[in-house]
Each structure stands twice: as C-alpha cells, then as structure tokens.
C-alpha cells in the first residue's frame, strides 16, 4: 500500500513521518511511505490541518501524531 | 481562598527551613517565588490544557470552516473570533487552513478573525494570566482580543482586498473535506497527548520566564521602570507593541516577565498590549502568511493588527488607571 503523510515539514509531520516508518518496520507493513509537503496535493485531499495521514487515497487522520502502535492499528484496518 | 496556600508554604518551608536562606533577603525572596510559581504554573497549565483539548476534539477545523462559510461581516466576525478560540491551531498549518476557508467561501475579512483570534487568545495565555494576575485581567485579556481580532478582521474585510491574495489560492482545487470521528477513548488519548505536548514544549519557558521573573522579584526595586512606562507616558503603549509585534515567544515565556514588569511599575494596558504582540505576531507568522498574501496584505494586516492593539492598550490604561 502506499502511505502518504501530509506536512509542510513542522515537526509534528516529521514525527508522524517517524511514527509510521516505525509501525511499518515493528509490523512488518508492506507499505511504501511518501512525505508529501506540496500544498496543491495537500489541498486536493481536502486537509486543513496538518500532519495528516493518507493511505491509498484516503485522508485516516488530520491534526495530531498518534503512538506508533496506533498507527499500526489504523494500518491494519 | 488561595487555592495553591499549600504550594506556597511548601515554596517558603523549602527556602527557609531546607535551603536555610534567610527570611526577607533578596535571595530568599527570590527562591521563594521561584519555588512557587514554577509547579502553581504547571500544574494550572496541565490541568487547563487538558479540559481545552476535550473541547477542541470537538471542533475540527472542517466543522468551523462549515459554520462560517458564506457568514456575513461583523457576525461572521465574532464567530470567527470566537471559533478561533476552540479550534485547534498551529501555525505550521495556518497556509492550509487559510486555503481551505477562503475557497469554501469563508470571506477573506472573516479568515482573518480566525486567524488573529486562534494564537492570540489560546488557553497557555489565559491560564498564565490566571495564575498571576487573577481572573479580572485574564478576562480582559480575553475580551480585548476577541475584539483586536473581530475589528481586525472587519477592517480587513471592508478594504476588499481579495486581489491581493497570491493568484494560486484561487485556483487551488480543494477536496472532500474529511472529518475524523473520534470515541470517547480517542478523544482522552488526545487530550493527554495534547498536554504531553504544551506541556511538554513550554515547560523551559516557564522556567526561564519565572527564573527571571525571580531575579528581578528580588532585586529590581518595585516601580523602577514607572518613570519610563506608566500610563503618564503617551508613547509607551505603541513602543511596547512596536517591539513586541517582531519578537516572538509562546505565551508561557512571556507571562512572567509581564508580571515583573507589571511590578516595576509599567502600566498594565501597556503591558497586555506588548503581550499580545508578542503573542499573536511575529516574523515566523509572517513568513508563513506571506506564502498566501501578497507583500501589500501582508503590510496592511501588520499594520491594522499594530494600530487596534495598540488601541487596546491605551483603553487597558484608561479603564485600569
């Protein structure tokens, strides 16, 4: 699947970025992450906060940085 | 009823009896306040944050962005202000939120309410100012700026200035908004990691800004800076937010060293006023707006901020003195 976070490169975004590429090693997720700060894409997924998390085209969380076991458990889903 | 009584005689048992400083020096002063302040602050900060957070899962932008979409000026206005407030803001995502409320149809005057309200006014400055100054002055702080942003925001918005925004927000294809649904268990997780988070990144500040505080508590005379700044001095106000507007601090570094100047004898309109400056404006804020406003709306949104705080600051001193 492909992975993709949202952020214009704060530091929440970084961490998020970290947050994932962490669940996905942990877990073993065949998955491809993407650090997306192009505003016009951030935009097209309709995100007004950031750092946000997209997962094969869908918008799975806006505005915080979860546990990295919560973003497994919102990968697996 | 002093609710934190048992933290200030902690404060004075630890500097009196442990450390053995004497009572009444300047370095026992100093200690004492420290020691005082410094957990009241944090504990108040904690306790405050998380409430703020259980309210603010409750409005994402997208539900603010709907409520305000379409919306009139002056309403549209203070709602927007009042929005501000409870929304969940960072400046790192005031370029998205700015495009996403404009292209929905939030007018640009309205926008600005938002975006002056939501970092002037936030929970860290209101609780700093309960915890120091009472509850009159965290009120009034609030109150004035809701109304900087509201008359900010009409201003802005009566000058009919959509030109001025850069060309590619217009153009900008928004997508389906998408609203996360939070449970109850989600909603505690975030308060928690929202508190870890203020918390956790201005507790340095507090430190410092209280550590100063302490220094000059102790040492610098009470109303040694009056015969610069009391609100007999007609220039002091704007000179205060001139140099406030560039500077940049959260609101818990701030506090503190606006108490002590506070007690040094600068009058507390003047004070508030440099406080909301440093608050809501700074070059880091500008440098993000930039990437959605033209230099001309960029220098008239400085400029009508710099005016209406500075307004506020001289009605402070006149309601106050």
């Known amino acids: ?17 970290d947050a994932v590429r962490k669940a996905v090693a942990r877990y073993d997720i065949d998955a491809r992450v993407e650090h997306v700060s192009d505003i016009e894409k951030i935009m097209s997924y309709g995100v007004m906060m950031t750092p946000a998390l997209v997962v094969d085209g869908e918008v799975l969380l806006t505005g915080r940085v979860p546990s990295v076991d919560e973003v497994a458990q919102i990968l697996k889903r | 009823m002093n609710l934190f009584a ?9 500097t009196y009896g442990v450390l053995n400083i004497a009572e ?14 410094v957990p009241k602050i944090l504990l108040l900060l904690a306790v405050v944050v998380f409430a703020v957070a259980i309210v603010r899962s409750y409005f994402p932008p997208e539900r603010t962005r709907a409520l305000l979409s379409d919306s009139r000026l002056y309403v ?18 005031a370029v998205p939120l700015f495009i996403g409320f404009v292209e929905s ?21 209101v609780i700093l100012l309960l915890g120091m100054f009472g509850w009159k002055i965290a009120l009034l702080y609030t109150v004035s700026g809701l109304a ?34 939070m449970t109850r268990a989600e909603r505690y997780a975030y308060a928690r990691g929202y508190v870890r ?9 507090v430190l410092v800004g209280i550590g100063i505080g302490a220094v000059m508590h102790g040492y610098i005379p009470t109303d040694a800076l009056a015969r610069y700044a009391d609100s007999g001095n007609p220039l002091a106000v704007p000179l205060a937010v001139l140099f406030g507007i560039p500077l940049y601090a959260n609101a818990a570094g701030v506090v503190p060293i606006v108490s002590v100047l506070v007690d040094k004898g600068v009058a507390m309109g003047t004070v508030l006023a ?37 307004a506020i600051g001289y009605m402070f001193n006149w309601v106050l003195g």
């Open chain 2, 197 to 205: 988070e203020i918390v956790g990144k201005v507790w340095p500040y």
């Open chain 2, 274 to 310: 440099f406080m909301m400056a440093v608050v809501a404006l700074s070059v880091p804020e500008f440098v993000i707006l930039r990437k959605v406003a033209k230099p001309k709306l960029l220098g008239i949104f400085i400029t009508i901020n710099f005016f209406t705080i500075t």
């Open chain 2, 6 to 14: 048992p933290l200030e005689g902690l404060a004075d048992w630890l």
């Open chain 2, 76 to 93: 549209g206005n203070v709602a927007a202000a009042s929005l501000g407030v409870v929304t969940p803001f960072c400046s790192c995502s």
């Open chain 2, 148 to 181: 900087v942003a509201i008359v900010g925001g009409i201003v802005l918005g009566r000058l009919n200035l959509e030109h001025q925004v850069e060309d590619y927000v217009w153009e900008m294809r928004m997508g389906e908004a998408h609203v996360e649904r």
């Open chain 1, 1 to 17: 699947m492909l992975i993709e976070v949202l952020g214009s490169g704060c530091s929440k975004c970084n961490e998020l970025e």
């Open chain 2, 105 to 125: 149809g939030v007018p640009l005057g309205v926008t600005f309410s938002f975006l002056i309200a939501s970092p002037m006014v936030n929970e860290v400055a």
């Open chain 2, 24 to 37: 009444g020096s300047r370095l026992g002063e100093s200690v004492a306040f420290f020691l005082y302040d």
